[in-house]
């Protein structure tokens, strides 16, 4: 910039010497140059630049007048650099400081111009010298609001694009107290449907109804139905139906035949009515009634009108029900190993006794007596195992309470019911574990405990607890027959607590106690007082 005014400055006035402004400029411009991010240099070395590209502005003008310029038309040999400053306070996005340099420009340019004569009168009286000083301050300011605009939507955008974490957890919790708030605080998508139904059939003839929803494969699951009969609907997308043509439109579709697979002929009118929710179909509703052209466009407008904001309701559901089975999956699995190991097989060994018991009652009285006491041992041991479970499902960390508290508690319960010796050494501070490490710690430490009364058959168990956050430390002993002679099924408690340690970023060591038995220990962090999980081979008396 400072070589083009430089040329356009010698092609103004044809003398050499005016070039001093341009080396003033440049001075003027140096220490922001040096020193970019300066909080007090860099401004006032564009406040410098600007002021002297105002006097400048002024002298050139005046002497391209003298020369033979009109009307101080050559002040638009100097203006371009007001750019410079101009741009570099947009780029580093100081908007306020680049209206304070045009301010401060326009104030130089009008005082400068007053104070230069030409001709016999001041050079701010010059048409041609306002004209040019005015463009230019345009200019600039258009350009600076451009780059302020610019930034905005960028900004914007910027706050538009998903960040996956950030937005979970902001349509989460935003999810969790509009749930709270819905009329009848329900998000389950078989009562929106059936809601939905019945609001339809009060603008609409229906004598028979259905929500359909997609379930995957191409096909479509029944979410509520309404009328006499159950129907069976038409529920592959791939088939010749007016409820394919629907989902693939988007628009409403009638027709002149049912929809069902069963239906038994006669008169019909089917309405399909798609519950799209933005570019999406979550769903349909089917409306059949037995009259012929019981769905004329008023009829069709009146239903859409309700199924507009019901798709959204539906949608909104649905989403809920996903991230539902979603975050309770791991826990149905892990409770489908529970009792397909525990509860069923005791089950059916007490089925077996039953049997026995009953090929015996008639030929040896003893026999089936002592059959009987055992059977009912065994049904109240796994009565015993089954209020264990529960004990296990509705345990959780006390806000109040604590992690060491939640697990001093169960481990006593779980002990007593097993006949084992507990030996608890709990160190915790005030300061808390965030509340959802602190969960996955208590089920690791529960796995741990249950695994050894279930399977190790051991007399002792050693529950150390240390919480200094972030470091945390549990630890679960036992003397029982190791880890080589458990029975198989225990390996499946040992993943589970793998994969919890695993989300909270811990780690899980499994290792053999002297004499006998086994630790399991699972560690968060790291702690100033000790480095490594301690060895829990402690004495008997501890």
Known sequence: MLALIAVLTLFATRDVTQ????????????????????????????VAEVVVLGLAASHVAAVASIGGTVD?????????????????????????????????????????????????????????????????????ALGLYAAGTLHRVMAVRGEGKPQPYA???????????????????????????????????????????????????GRLVVL????????????????????????????????????SRSHRGGDVSALIVPLVAGVRTVGLVVLEADAAQAYPPPVVSRVTALTRP??????????????????????????????????????????????NAMATVFDDADETAEALRTLRAEVTRVIQELRLSLFELRSEVDRQGG????????????????????????????????????????????????????????????VTCEVDPPYAQIEVSDDGQGMADQRPDGRYGLAIMAERAERIRGRLEIRPRQPSGTTVAVVLGSSSRRDNVRDSAAPEGE
Request: charged share 20%; net charge negative.
């Open 19 to 46: 070039l001093w402004w341009i080396a003033l400029l440049a001075v003027a411009g140096l220490p922001s140059l040096l020193a970019p991010q300066h909080r007090l240099i860099a401004p006032l070395s564009r």
């Open 72 to 140: 101080g038309l050559g002040a638009s040999a100097i203006l371009p650099y007001l750019a410079v400053p101009v741009t570099v306070t947009a780029l580093r996005r100081r908007f306020r400081e680049g209206s304070a340099l045009l301010a401060v420009t326009a104030a130089t340019l009008l005082v400068s111009g007053a104070l230069t004569t030409v001709g016999g009168g001041v050079q701010l009286g010059q048409p041609g010298y306002l004209a040019v000083c005015a463009q230019w301050l345009i200019l600039a």
């Open 167 to 217: 937005e979970a957890t902001r349509l989460l919790t935003q999810l969790r107290t509009v749930a709270r708030q819905l009329p009848g605080a329900t998000l389950d998508p078989g009562g929106i449907s059936e809601h939905l139904l019945e609001e339809l059939r009060t603008v609409a003839r229906a004598d028979r109804g259905a929500v359909l929803s997609a379930s995957g494969g």
């Open 224 to 259: 509520a139905q309404a009328g006499v009969d159950r129907v069976d609907w038409e529920t592959t997308l791939d088939a010749d139906s007016a409820i394919a043509d629907a989902w693939a439109s988007q628009q409403a579709t009638t027709a002149a035949r049912s929809q």
């Open 310 to 355: 019901a798709a959204l309701r539906l949608e909104a559901a649905l989403l809920f029900d996903e991230v539902r089975s979603l975050a309770t999956n791991e826990e149905r699995q892990r409770l489908a190993r529970e009792i397909h190991d525990g509860v069923a097989q005791e089950l059916v060994m007490v089925g077996y006794g039953i049997d």
């Open 403 to 462: 992690l060491a508290a939640a697990i001093a508690e169960y481990a006593r319960t779980v002990g007593a019911s097993g006949g084992l010796r507990v030996h608890l050494s709990l160190d915790e501070s005030t300061a808390r574990l965030p509340a959802a490490t602190e969960a996955e710690l208590l089920r690791i430490a529960q796995e741990a405990v249950t695994n050894a009364r279930k399977h190790a058959g051991a007399s002792n168990l050693w």
